[in-house]
């Protein structure tokens, strides 16, 4: 389609965008199957929980071609990395540099202190469930995952199939934050399905390149008091 033909032009918010606008609708979705075939789209640009949508395509020709073009979404074991940061709860980190390593990292998806986007949960909650814990849920965040932050694909009536977390839900409807932290409320009399991708809305390798100062200064920045 002409969203993948002028691919290499768009700057990173509107490929975000146009991502969305592709997997909605069956076709689209073979236009971008045939982009990342064409290498016109890299592979790397879709996050895990597209990825895991593609190979479960409403649509069965969509998800063959997906799971053949991504053999498993399975990220492997994160025991290494959980292994190579745990040195970070021994050492003294500064929140200062740590509030850089969350502008970085987190604040796309989390608000804290003010700051970042409001898609997953705000971290304020984290300054009392300690250091370790949230070392954990950033190193392995399909380790243990809430409902809340469960990945849904809608599959809608009129604008096809949408992929977010639900905000909420009740017999009126329901209320679907993208990926791009866009809200959508939806009437039931629009909704034909919702199913769970079973995995986390939070990336796993966000801590790719961190040396375990910088978890530490991050974990306590995390931990500090409101300003």
Not at 40 to 56: G, H
Not at 77 to 95: E, I, V, Y
Not at 172 to 177: Q, T
């Amino acid at each position: 389609g002409e969203l993948t033909q002028r691919w290499g032009g768009l700057p990173p918010r509107v490929r975000a965008a146009a991502l969305e606008v592709l997997l909605a609708q069956p076709e689209h979705a073979a236009a971008l199957l045939d982009a990342l075939q064409r290498g016109r789209i890299q592979r790397q640009e879709l996050s895990a929980p597209q990825i895991a949508f593609l190979r479960a395509y409403p649509d069965a020709s969509i998800s063959h071609r997906a799971i053949a073009f991504f053999p498993s979404t399975a990220t492997g074991d994160r025991s290494d990395a959980a292994k190579r940061l745990l040195p970070a709860l021994q050492l003294r980190g500064q929140a200062t540099r740590g509030r850089q390593v969350y502008l970085a990292r987190c604040a796309e998806c989390h608000r804290f202190h003010g700051e970042g986007r409001q898609f997953g949960p705000d971290l304020e909650s984290a300054t009392g469930l300690g250091k370790e814990w949230v070392l954990t849920r950033f190193v392995n965040p399909n380790r243990s995952v809430s409902p809340r932050a469960l990945c849904r694909v809608v599959t809608t009536r009129h604008w096809g199939n949408l992929l977010g977390v639900v905000e909420n839900e009740t017999p009126a409807g329901l209320v679907l934050r993208g990926f791009d932290g866009e809200i959508v409320r939806l009437p039931r009399s629009s909704v034909l399905a919702v199913s769970s991708l079973e995995i986390s809305a939070m990336p796993e390798g966000l801590e790719a390149g961190l040396a375990p100062q910088g978890v530490a200064d991050l974990l306590e920045y995390l931990a500090s008091a409101p300003r």
